[in-house]
């Protein structure tokens, strides 16, 4: 075999990959954007084919992919679903050189996407406003809106409540983790908006990461977003990062105050984008509330059969009726009084990922949901 030939053959392409990032439409210095991997690209393009079935013609959208993984093959499929639009634009971009001295001293593990996320202010530094989204999500609305925002001169990023987050803080997260002055106020990090204006008038990006050198994050950016701009965030609607039902952070929302409870009550029954934060995500488990949503865009994506396979995989073994008995019963047990709950929380997870998780992935999810 000759070595040199399969190494050519096989070399990672990046000829898809943009240079350099500025605004791609006249007086529009806004962006949207995304972190993915290899793996994920898949159920990215589910959220951005959703995302392009709400668009305006009077908006544009500039789409950004910050990736070191996706290849010309995948690109070239992501970029398929914009092509019949002159107000879109969909462009993939590398931004380890800037977050790789970082990610070298760090003293802690963290994901390259992580890091991504934080120093969006200084990758995007031509843009004033980023829409910064998640890959588990499914859009009901013109997310053109987000960032027509009015945040004021003191206000950093912009951001939903995290209920999942806040209920835990009457289970299992201390109130002083991150020793934020309101905690009930910590926000989800999967939709939110960067004014990058304002961040980079008081901050550095030195600053901003060495946060990663002081403190293991049990959330990682999204703890960091919270202690670096509390007090200093813009709250937006719940409709538009809604946690839907039939997931294991239903049982970290029930333990939330009377008054939030009332507002993800109404948040569900109406989402602008739906958010399969927690596990099972509706990739692998089709059931989940207004994962049937997300199966609509799935079967429009050029990786339908992919996402099949893949959820074959993850399900394998599984017996859907006895699945359902065993979520009802999980779900009855979660009502029970805040002093059994630390209990029942801990015996729940190794409940919940050893009959809701059959594969590799689908046990680290597990994991990750329940933590």
Known sequence: MNEDKLRELTAFDKSAYTEELEPVFPNCNNAIVFESSGLYAPYLDVAIRSLISNISDNNYYDIIILTSEIDIYDCNLLRSEIENYNNVSLRFYDPSKLVEPYINTSRYRYLNLNYYRLALPWILQKYE??????????????????????????????????????????????????????????????VIVLNNKNIRRDFSLDSVLELWQKYKFRCAEQDAFNVLFENHIHYLDMKWNVFPRKMNSIIHIAHNSDENIQIYKASVKDPYIVHFAAFPKSWDYPTVEYAELWWYYARKSPYYEELIRRMILANKGLIYSKLSFKQKVYNKLAMFSRKHTNIFIKVGKKVFIKYFTNSESNHKWGKLGGK
């Open 129 to 190: 406003k980023i829409l910064n989204l998640g890959m588990d999500i499914v859009i009901k609305k013109d997310v053109s809106e987000l960032l027509k925002i009015q945040m004021s001169d003191t206000e950093y990023i912009a951001g939903v409540k995290d209920l999942g987050y806040i209920g835990r803080l009457s289970m299992d997260i201390p109130k002083e983790e991150l020793n934020l002055k309101n905690p009930e106020g910590y926000i989800n990090a999967d």
